[in-house]
Nanobody, 127 residues
Framework: QLQLAESGGGLVQPGGSLKLSCKAS????????IGWFRQAPGRDREGLLC?????????TYTESVKGRFTISRDNAGNMVELQMDNLQPEDAAVYYC???????????????????WGRGTQVTVSS
């Protein structure tokens, strides 16, 4: 069974930074487009960013993270990372990574386009 695992969440003050990681066990992330999503209490799951095979195939799904969140691949580590800077209270949510399979092209951000999901990691932004 293909599985993903997120890590790196935690508590951060407004204006702070976190780096989330999405790792796979037993399969290679480099052959799949990977998306990052988040879900705050009472809200729908929101697509943030997606990366295809290379850094020039990044799609941004939500305007609110432009210039603050960066997605990248670490193929040697078999993971995809989400660098989050200038975090604000409205960024607090459970963050998920998800994979497209098969395929290395980022689709539209409907969750059904990403068949494989991690369990999420909590990000809390508070002073």
């Amino acid at each position: 069974q293909l599985q993903l695992a997120e890590s790196g969440g935690g508590l951060v003050q407004p204006g702070g930074s976190l780096k989330l990681s999405c790792k796979a066990s037993g399969w290679t992330l480099a052959y799949h487009a990977i998306g990052w999503f988040r879900q705050a209490p009472g809200r729908d799951r929101e697509g943030l960013l997606c990366i295809g095979r290379s850094d020039d195939s990044i799609r941004t799904y939500t305007e609110s993270v432009k210039g603050r969140f960066t997605i990248s691949r670490d193929n040697a580590g078999n993971m995809v990372e989400l660098q989050m800077d200038n975090l604000q209270p409205e960024d607090a949510a459970v963050y998920y990574c998800a994979a497209v399979t098969p395929g290395t092209r980022c689709p539209t951000p409907e969750t059904e386009n990403f068949p494989i999901w991690g369990r999420g990691t909590q990000v809390t932004v508070s002073s």
